[in-house]
């Protein structure tokens, strides 16, 4: 095999699964087909909760056309308790739906209508009549802080609460301080497409093809909420139509399809409505977020507080981590951050894209930048001046920081000329403004595995677990394995998504193409070592040969991979595990955001003009799919900054902009140009890649920028989130 240096590995290379996508035989869940057809569930919602059902009339659904059966806590094949057992964590825990009477939060199933088609079950499941005893809730958390506690933990961070220095006596003796309490609004994915499952059962085995981001845990859920064993349980799920935290689990719509097709005897499809999404599936919290930042009169910062308060589902263990940046960003005397949470009958709080640093940056990083206007130091000088030389925190040297040089090429490309006095810059009628912010995400490595097989006609299959969730998957994976055994890219297969393939950790937290890419780079040294052991029993050079079609050449001497191989071909397996990797340094992916604005000096409506961010992600292994990840995220910052916001009547606990006419996303015409960079890397501590996570970067530091930049063009520190023109317009700057 031919192993002089190759450059596809970073290659802007096409989806090799786009054009499956663009012509439709892409397989999403919902568009699986089974012969002798499939029947449709419909879900029927709790109209309020917590309580208790004290009427539940279906007699009239059963009763419809076309009806097959109506699923409720009467009829339901049996679960485990939902919740249990308490030492699993809230991905593999019992899911269990339609477990009893008892309602758990508005919304929750109260019935599943299973109907020939969906139009048949829509229509039942409005013949259905509920009656719910409501107990006295608790929805909005900041309403409710005697009842705070400590979670047990919060994700991804080894501490809930660190306290590193004397915060008082540095806060006191600090030359420039700033209090701040923000308000972060609740969030939803809001995928394009909607949770979906079809379940199929064949004797005690069960089938799911579902859109889900990591399949082990998944399988996991399934075992401990029907009771049986893993190894009777296969979930496929080649495609996902986006995730974004949101299908890292199991939700209620899996689980009613699992139940529905086994009381039915037939398979069965539940997709959850636009509407359905907003109860029944998972959203970020509302934070109350409070920060106390001093520096001394040289801009040096001496201390750093942030506490964070949020809504935490009952029985489902998520607490989201705000100060995870705070934790990692500068140099300080005194750190101290405090995560608490108060227990809630609300829908399921759970990741969200970037947890922890997208609302964690949007908070702290404006914060920063009104302690650096108090110092009187630009605010690209004031982060450079607080620059750590080891992680704020543990101490820890990094693996690799170069945040400062992320700053530096941002503000030149940009073009950053320093801070004005706000409301001073104008085109017009609008008032400009600029505005900048660090991003920051911890840089994590999972464990995982694959198995790669080589035919006799030269062609590479690879099988992992591993999801593709609109990120690129399939592409970076096939540039690692077509480099690694110098073989083109349209000789080799990529298969994931099926439990029944190699484990990996799947789609999330910004490690799965660093963790499955590891693996699959590791079978096929594997692959390469063991086909040179062959060559070397068959006489040939065993050190220097490449593939060409089905024939394999060594040296001057060319030979028939069947003569190697056999008919069966060669299988290897190959794992990465992060024990071996790190070396106990401070892994982040690091960049910077500068963003410009306009406001209407009367109507107060902002609008985004520029965003221009640099990155530090290590190797990339796809400039077009990372530019997209990049670019994405950044949309996403847009829409938390100043649009995104899930709105709870809390008298009910019940969410009310639950479609895409009140539930406010990014759209074209809030997107300006977007200018992306990358700095060029290899972080040789990470991973056998040298890559680093990059899915949820762009979102960190796309919203303070903004924010700052808002702050500019009115004069006004804004303190929640997203920011609307009411909170601005009545303080604007004459023209």
């Given at each position: 095999?031919?192993?002089?240096?190759?450059?596809?590995?970073?290659?802007a290379l096409d989806r090799v699964d786009g054009p499956a996508k663009v012509t439709g035989s892409a397989e999403y869940a919902g568009d699986h087909?089974?012969?002798?057809?499939?029947?449709?569930?419909?879900?029927?919602?709790?109209?309020?909760?917590?309580?208790?059902?004290?009427?539940?009339?279906?007699?009239?659904a059963e009763n419809a056309e076309g009806v097959i059966a109506v699923l409720t806590h009467r009829n339901a094949p049996a679960q485990k308790p939902?919740?249990?057992?308490?030492?699993?964590?809230?991905?593999?825990?019992?899911?269990?739906?339609?477990?009893?009477?008892?309602?758990?939060?508005?919304?929750?199933?109260?019935?599943?209508?299973?109907?020939?088609?969906?139009?048949?079950?829509?229509?039942?499941?409005?013949?259905?009549?509920?009656?719910?005893?409501?107990?006295?809730?608790?929805?909005?958390?900041?309403?409710?802080?005697?009842?705070?506690?400590?979670?047990?933990?919060?994700?991804?961070?080894?501490?809930?609460?660190?306290?590193?220095?004397?915060?008082?006596?540095?806060?006191?003796?600090?030359?420039?301080?700033?209090?701040?309490?923000y308000i972060t609004g609740a969030q939803h994915a809001a995928a394009m497409e909607p949770h979906v499952t079809v379940a199929q059962w064949d004797?005690?085995?069960?089938?799911?093809?579902?859109?889900?981001?990591?399949?082990?845990?998944?399988?996991?859920?399934?075992?401990?909420?029907?009771?049986?064993?893993?190894?009777?349980?296969?979930?496929?799920?080649?495609?996902?139509?986006?995730?974004?935290?949101?299908?890292?689990?199991?939700?209620?719509?899996?689980?009613?399809?699992?139940?529905?097709?086994?009381?039915?005897?037939?398979?069965?499809?539940?997709?959850?409505?636009?509407?359905?999404?907003?109860?029944?599936?998972?959203?970020?919290?509302?934070?109350?977020?409070?920060?106390?930042?001093?520096?001394?009169?040289?801009?040096?910062?001496?201390?750093?507080?942030?506490?964070?308060?949020?809504?935490?589902?009952?029985?489902?263990?998520?607490?989201?981590?705000?100060?995870?940046?705070?934790?990692?960003?500068?140099?300080?005397?005194?750190?101290?951050?405090?995560?608490?949470?108060?227990?809630?009958?609300?829908?399921?709080?759970?990741?969200?894209?970037?947890?922890?640093?997208?609302?964690?940056?949007?908070?702290?990083?404006?914060?920063?930048?009104?302690?650096?206007?108090?110092?009187?130091?630009?605010?690209?000088?004031?982060?450079?001046?607080?620059?750590?030389?080891?992680?704020?925190?543990?101490?820890?040297?990094?693996?690799?920081?170069?945040?400062?040089?992320?700053?530096?090429?941002?503000?030149?490309?940009?073009?950053?000329?320093?801070?004005?006095?706000?409301?001073?810059?104008?085109?017009?009628?609008?008032?400009?403004?600029?505005?900048?912010?660090?991003?920051?995400?911890?840089?994590?490595?999972?464990?995982?595995?694959?198995?790669?097989?080589?035919?006799?006609?030269?062609?590479?299959?690879?099988?992992?677990?591993?999801?593709?969730?609109?990120?690129?998957?399939?592409?970076?994976?096939?540039?690692?394995?077509?480099?690694?055994?110098?073989?083109?890219?349209?000789?080799?297969?990529?298969?994931?998504?099926?439990?029944?393939?190699?484990?990996?950790?799947?789609?999330?937290?910004?490690?799965?193409?660093?963790?499955?890419?590891?693996?699959?780079?590791?079978?096929?040294?594997?692959?390469?070592?063991?086909?040179?052991?062959?060559?070397?029993?068959?006489?040939?050079?065993?050190?220097?040969?490449?593939?060409?079609?089905?024939?394999?050449?060594?040296?001057?001497?060319?030979?028939?991979?069947?003569?190697?191989?056999?008919?069966?071909?060669?299988?290897?397996?190959?794992?990465?595990?992060?024990?071996?990797?790190?070396?106990?340094?401070?892994?982040?992916?690091?960049?910077?955001?500068?963003?410009?604005?306009?406001?209407?000096?009367?109507?107060?409506?902002?609008?985004?003009?520029?965003?221009?961010?640099?990155?530090?992600?290590?190797?990339?292994?796809?400039?077009?799919?990372?530019?997209?990840?990049?670019?994405?995220?950044?949309?996403?910052?847009?829409?938390?900054?100043?649009?995104?916001?899930?709105?709870?009547?809390?008298?009910?606990?019940?969410?009310?902009?639950?479609?895409?006419?009140?539930?406010?996303?990014?759209?074209?015409?809030?997107?300006?140009?977007?200018?992306?960079?990358?700095?060029?890397?290899?972080?040789?501590?990470?991973?056998?890649?040298?890559?680093?996570?990059?899915?949820?970067?762009?979102?960190?530091?796309?919203?303070?920028?903004?924010?700052?930049?808002?702050?500019?063009?009115?004069?006004?520190?804004?303190?929640?989130?997203?920011?609307?023109?009411?909170?601005?317009?009545?303080?604007?700057?004459?023209?």
């Amino acid at each position: 095999m031919d192993h002089s240096p190759s450059t596809l590995i970073g290659d802007a290379l096409d989806r090799v699964d786009g054009p499956a996508k663009v012509t439709g035989s892409a397989e999403y869940a919902g568009d699986h087909r089974i012969e002798g057809g499939i029947a449709e569930g419909y879900i029927v919602e709790a109209p309020a909760g917590p309580g208790r059902i004290i009427r539940l009339d279906v007699s009239a659904a059963e009763n419809a056309e076309g009806v097959i059966a109506v699923l409720t806590h009467r009829n339901a094949p049996a679960q485990k308790p939902y919740g249990t057992p308490e030492d699993e964590g809230r991905f593999t825990q019992s899911h269990a739906v339609l477990e009893n009477d008892r309602v758990r939060h508005f919304g929750e199933p109260v019935a599943l209508v299973v109907a020939e088609t969906l139009e048949q079950a829509r229509h039942a499941a409005s013949l259905v009549e509920v009656k719910i005893e409501t107990s006295h809730g608790i929805y909005n958390p900041l309403e409710n802080r005697d009842r705070e506690e400590k979670p047990e933990s919060v994700d991804g961070l080894d501490a809930v609460d660190t306290q590193d220095g004397y915060f008082d006596g540095e806060f006191t003796s600090s030359g420039h301080t700033v209090r701040a309490s923000y308000i972060t609004g609740a969030q939803h994915a809001a995928a394009m497409e909607p949770h979906v499952t079809v379940a199929q059962w064949d004797g005690e085995r069960l089938t799911i093809h579902m859109a889900i981001q990591i399949m082990a845990s998944g399988v996991s859920a399934f075992a401990n909420t029907l009771g049986i064993d893993e190894e009777n349980i296969r979930i496929i799920s080649p495609f996902t139509g986006g995730g974004f935290g949101s299908k890292l689990g199991v939700h209620n719509e899996a689980i009613l399809a699992a139940l529905a097709a086994k009381h039915c005897g037939k398979a069965v499809r539940v997709a959850q409505t636009r509407r359905n999404v907003f109860a029944n599936g998972p959203h970020r919290s509302r934070h109350l977020q409070d920060l106390k930042l001093g520096a001394g009169k040289d801009g040096k910062l001496k201390a750093i507080r942030h506490y964070s308060l949020a809504g935490m589902a009952r029985d489902y263990p998520f607490a989201e981590a705000p100060a995870s940046p705070t934790r990692a960003s500068y140099a300080a005397n005194a750190i101290h951050t405090i995560h608490r949470v108060v227990k809630a009958d609300i829908p399921n709080v759970d990741s969200m894209r970037a947890p922890g640093e997208a609302i964690g940056t949007l908070t702290f990083e404006t914060a920063i930048d009104e302690l650096a206007e108090k110092c009187g130091i630009d605010p690209v000088e004031f982060r450079l001046l607080n620059e750590p030389e080891a992680d704020p925190t543990s101490g820890d040297r990094f693996a690799s920081r170069r945040l400062a040089e992320c700053i530096r090429s941002g503000a030149e490309k940009f073009g950053w000329s320093g801070r004005v006095t706000p409301g001073s810059r104008r085109d017009g009628r609008k008032l400009i403004g600029q505005g900048m912010a660090v991003a920051i995400r911890p840089n994590t490595l999972s464990p995982a595995s694959a198995q790669v097989s080589l035919s006799k006609d030269g062609r590479l299959t690879a099988r992992l677990d591993m999801t593709d969730i609109g990120t690129g998957s399939y592409t970076i994976l096939t540039q690692i394995a077509a480099e690694t055994l110098s073989l083109p890219a349209d000789r080799i297969k990529i298969e994931l998504g099926d439990s029944s393939f190699p484990t990996t950790a799947g789609s999330g937290g910004s490690f799965g193409a660093a963790s499955s890419g590891s693996a699959l780079l590791d079978a096929c040294n594997s692959l390469k070592s063991a086909l040179g052991e062959r060559l070397a029993q068959a006489g040939m050079p065993a050190n220097a040969f490449s593939i060409k079609g089905d024939r394999i050449v060594a040296g001057d001497r060319e030979i028939a991979l069947e003569d190697v191989l056999g008919t069966e071909g060669l299988t290897a397996e190959g794992a990465v595990d992060p024990e071996n990797h790190g070396n106990g340094k401070a892994e982040y992916s690091y960049g910077v955001q500068f963003a410009e604005v306009e406001v209407d000096a009367d109507t107060g409506e902002m609008r985004v003009r520029r965003l221009v961010g640099v990155f530090d992600a290590g190797r990339i292994l796809n400039r077009k799919t990372a530019r997209s990840q990049l670019m994405g995220g950044m949309i996403f910052g847009i829409g938390g900054a100043l649009l995104e916001e899930s709105l709870m009547d809390d008298r009910y606990g019940s969410f009310m902009n639950r479609d895409f006419a009140e539930y406010h996303i990014a759209v074209n015409r809030d997107v300006p140009d977007l200018e992306v960079h990358m700095l060029d890397g290899h972080s040789e501590d990470s991973n056998p890649l040298g890559s680093k996570g990059i899915g949820e970067l762009g979102i960190c530091g796309a919203g303070p920028a903004i924010a700052n930049a808002v702050y500019e063009a009115t004069g006004v520190r804004v303190r929640k989130f997203p920011i609307h023109l009411e909170d601005v317009l009545d303080q604007l700057p004459a023209l």
